[in-house]
């Protein structure tokens, strides 16, 4: 095992789970510290005992100026890219204790797969459940309601096999 330093002009977290999907995050001007492992030993799972899906991946961010802005409407946006696989189903869940939130998924096409703005009509927060139809990199897009959405939120992401 070594330690690599990665320096990024942008942010970057990596977080693999245990099926092969990748979620990465990160902020501008990071350094980060890399663990390398080769060679890293597998084991077959008997179909009885292999789960039903990973546990929630959970990331905290917030929407603050100098984030991204939609020039629809102004409004500020972090991505969180997400490696998929096709089959899969994934739930996406945004909320926020200080704005509305607005939740989009891109596709590794560029288009626009799904998105949601308000889970009920007393729920302000967002989710979108979704299965994949191609493998690739999709865009996990979190968004303000408005051009004044800011603060704090919890995106989390759960996947099924």
């Known amino acids: 095992m070594r330690f690599q330093p990665l320096i990024f002009l942008s942010s970057l977290s990596l977080i693999v789970l245990a099926n092969g999907v990748a979620l990465t995050s990160a902020k501008a001007n990071s350094v980060v510290y890399?663990?390398?492992?080769?060679?890293?030993?597998?084991?077959?799972?008997?179909?009885?005992?292999?789960?039903?899906?990973d546990?929630?991946?959970?990331?905290?961010?917030?929407?603050?100026?100098?984030?991204n802005v939609l020039s629809s409407d102004g409004s500020?946006?972090?991505?969180?890219?997400?490696?998929?696989?096709?089959?899969?189903?994934i739930t996406i869940t945004l909320e926020s204790p200080d704005f509305d939130t607005y939740l989009f998924l891109i596709g590794p096409d560029g288009n626009v797969v799904s998105e949601n703005d308000d889970i009920s009509a007393d729920?302000?927060?967002?989710?979108?459940?979704?299965?994949?139809?191609?493998?690739?990199?999709?865009?996990?897009?979190?968004?303000?309601?408005?051009?004044?959405?800011?603060?704090?939120?919890?995106?989390?992401?759960?996947?099924?096999?």
């Open 55 to 67: 546990a929630p991946v959970v990331i905290e961010g917030s929407l603050e100026p100098g984030d």
């Open 123 to 161: 729920n302000l927060n967002s989710e979108l459940t979704v299965t994949l139809e191609a493998d690739g990199v999709y865009t996990i897009v979190a968004n303000g309601f408005d051009s004044q959405s800011q603060g704090s939120y919890t995106l989390t992401i759960t996947t099924s096999p």
């Open 34 to 53: 890399a663990t390398v492992k080769q060679d890293l030993p597998t084991e077959e799972v008997p179909e009885d005992d292999a789960p039903a899906g």
């Open 76 to 89: 500020l946006y972090d991505e969180h890219p997400l490696d998929g696989v096709t089959g899969q189903t």
